[in-house]
């Protein structure tokens, strides 16, 4: 398996008033090559210093990386050489135009200078703001900024892409936009690796996610397996909605085999099994005389998943015991 | 590889654009057509361009050296106060620091542009007030005058830049631009006029001057003799020698300091009215007005020249060390 990027015990550890704090805990992490990586977590969670260590802009005081096979301590002017980066918190010059702050990065990634004007104007395209191009960047919303701070990061057709809350302060045309966009590169081959907190964002484009809290992962993998596993930990949730005795339904429902609970909500009888009884339920309605027009099997979102695993992290450490084991709930 | 060149060039050309820059190119060419304008009134009241007993650079150098003087840190604070702190707290530095580049080029680079700013600034200041004075007296500048000014130049460039790299030491140590403006103007105010005023307060504590009862002596008027007992002559001339030694040793923490006895050695006047370096041969109150070459202006100067370069030289190392370290959040 080719990896774009592999971590093994990374860790970042800051000394502070209180102590040393570890802002990433002996992390292990492999992305695949072509995959779109969502890195997903609550602000403070360690994504940001994640990245800044796998670009190499933090140095680790701990364990190992690589990214596109350069090490991220001896080789990092080669890794954001062929990595598209978008650091959170950046900025641009506002007294240059959108076209002259571009073409700065041309030069510091060594874009021959015949090649530049091609280069931004295609970047311009890509992100929708070739016709502000000529406007000082002190004229730019936060929206515009973030699309351009994208389009720096395709300049150079990198092989990967690192995403640091890509999506913040941009319009929902924009976080839209942004969404085809990893769609596109997704398709042209190139690895993603998107770094937020709003998972609803990013969620149904990631192939695989890891859930980051203070500084470790609590689950990571394939989402599709992710929400498999929560749907056999926590339970099947089954939506029904017809038409006639709903209460006595209900009432049937409870003596089905492997039924935990069952609540009536906004017209619907919602039902939690440790199982697919979806077919069960069908019957039953047949006999209790109920006209089902709705028979769900509610998937657990990214968002439940995260919900979950943060409340456990939270449970398992509430005074932020660093040097409690988290191996029970880490998947990788 | 991206060389700091790439950097230096978009530095220099931001420098040269903001309005800071070119607002104090404006002032300070303002200045200096002031003091050319007190050079032509001093001078016209001999005749104009016939009488220069001082010579040419005597009678531009007082004004030229107080300018610069002033003119030097302010523009080496201003373009190094934020050169670090501002662009964390833009976060350009964030999105620079993403591209395949060192850290040292962007320090680097950076180091770059303001030299060549400062030397623009310089050029254009000094050439206001050289070339002002030589229309305002009408006399030529011989080739020694020339190479005097130009090294003179020189010399106030590695002074602005001392002040520069100090700015920018303090920019890369704050997380704010306020707080490195802050103590940079603290640290200027304290060097500029602080510390000569401490300096004499503390040489006048510890060396007192007594004067014996009865004494009628004249001191002090430059140019005369000191008159009277030859006992006390002595007595005083010591007594002055050590305040001098004092405030001299209290000053020379600053750069300022160093760059006044560049400038007096290499324009050869003394900018401050006092005792003569040594005393001189005539005693006490005499100025020495031999002739020295610009090798033995130099040969004189080195000291004071190798501080101001180990200044700039130490913040640079000092920034570029830290830059290269610093964990950027």
């Known amino acids: 398996m080719e990896y774009a990027i592999e971590a093994k015990g990374l860790t970042k550890a800051y000394k502070s008033e209180g102590g040393t704090v570890l802002a990433v805990d002996h992390l292990n992490l492999t ?8 890195l997903l977590g609550p602000n403070g969670a360690g994504k940001t210093t994640l990245i800044m260590m796998l670009t190499g802009l933090s140095l680790p005081t701990g364990g190992s990386a690589k990214v596109l096979g350069y090490d991220i301590v001896k080789e990092s002017v080669k890794i954001r050489k062929n990595v598209g980066i978008l650091p959170e918190g950046f900025g641009f ?11 700065y990065i041309a030069a510091l990634n060594d874009i021959p200078k015949e090649e530049r004007s091609k280069c931004v104007g295609d970047v311009l395209a890509a992100v929708g703001l070739q016709e502000v191009k000529d406007r000082k960047l002190g004229g730019f919303s936060r929206g515009m900024k973030q699309r351009l701070g ?14 640091d809350e ?3 302060g941009v319009d929902p045309e924009g976080a839209r936009a942004f969404k085809d966009l990893v769609v596109r590169l997704s398709k042209e081959g190139k690895t993603v690796m998107l770094s937020t907190h709003l998972l609803f964002e990013v969620g149904p484009l990631c192939d695989t996610v890891a859930i980051i809290n203070r500084g470790r992962f609590v689950v990571q993998g394939n989402v599709r397996e992710l929400v498999g596993k929560l749907m056999a930990e926590e339970g099947y949730r089954i939506r029904v909605g017809g038409a006639g005795d709903l209460g006595a339904f209900a009432n049937g429902l409870m003596d089905l085999k492997g039924v935990k609970e069952i609540r009536l909500e906004g017209g619907y009888v919602l039902v939690r099994a440790d199982s697919d009884i979806r077919v069960e339920v069908g019957k039953l309605a047949s006999k209790c005389g109920v006209e089902v027009s709705t028979l769900d099997l509610m998937e657990p979102s990214l968002e439940d998943l995260f919900i979950k695993y943060y409340k456990i992290e939270g449970m398992a450490h509430p005074h932020n015991d660093r040097a409690a084991n988290s191996e029970g709930i880490v998947n990788g | 590889m991206v060389s700091m060149f790439t950097v230096a060039s978009k530095e220099f050309s931001d420098i040269v654009k903001s309005k800071r820059f070119l607002l104090l190119v404006a002032v300070f060419g303002l200045v200096m057509v002031a003091a050319v304008a007190t050079v032509y009134l001093s001078a016209t009241e001999g005749t104009r361009g016939a009488s220069m007993p001082r010579g040419f650079l005597g009678s531009v150098a007082s004004s030229l050296v107080t300018m610069m003087s002033y003119f030097a840190p302010i523009m080496g604070i201003a373009l190094g106060v934020d050169a670090i702190s501002g662009e964390k707290e833009k976060g350009t530095l964030k999105l620079t620091l993403a591209q395949p580049i060192f850290r040292d080029t962007i320090i ?15 050029f254009i200041a000094s050439l206001v007030n050289i070339g002002g004075s030589v229309l305002a007296l009408g006399v030529t500048p011989t080739v020694e005058d020339v190479t005097r000014l130009m090294l003179f130049m020189l010399f106030s460039i590695l002074f602005a830049m001392a002040f520069y790299g100090i700015a920018t030491f303090l920019s890369t140590i704050s997380k704010r631009t306020t707080q490195s403006v802050i103590v940079s103007v603290v640290l200027w105010i304290v060097f500029t006029f602080i510390i000569s005023i401490v300096a ?3 040489a006048s504590s510890m060396v007192p001057i007594s004067f014996q009862p009865g004494q009628n002596m004249t001191i002090f008027r430059p140019g005369q003799n000191m008159t009277g007992n030859p006992e006390e002559i002595a007595r005083l001339t010591e007594q002055f020698r050590s305040r001098t030694a004092i405030t001299e040793a ?3 923490i600053t750069p300022n300091y160093h760059f006044t006895r560049i400038a007096r050695y290499i324009l050869q006047i003394s900018v401050n009215i006092g005792i003569s370096p040594g005393g001189g041969v005539g005693g006490v109150g005499q100025t020495t007005t031999r002739a020295v070459s610009i090798m033995e202006s130099l040969g004189s100067a080195w000291p004071n020249i190798l501080v101001l370069t180990l200044v700039t030289v130490l913040t640079f190392i000092a920034s570029y060390m830290l830059f290269t370290r610093q964990e950027i959040r």
């Open chain 1, 150 to 163: 994208i389009a720096q990061a395709l300049m150079k057709n990198p092989e990967l892409l690192i995403f």
């Open chain 1, 31 to 38: 992305v695949e090559r072509g995959s779109v990586f969502g």
């Open chain 2, 200 to 202: 004499s307060l503390v």
């Open chain 1, 166 to 168: 890509p999506t913040a």
């Open chain 2, 108 to 122: 680097n680079g950076k180091f770059l542009a303001a030299f060549l700013a400062i030397s623009l600034a310089t």
């Open chain 1, 93 to 103: 010059y506002d007294h240059l135009t959108a076209e002259q702050n571009l073409h």
């Open chain 2, 250 to 252: 209290i000053e020379s």
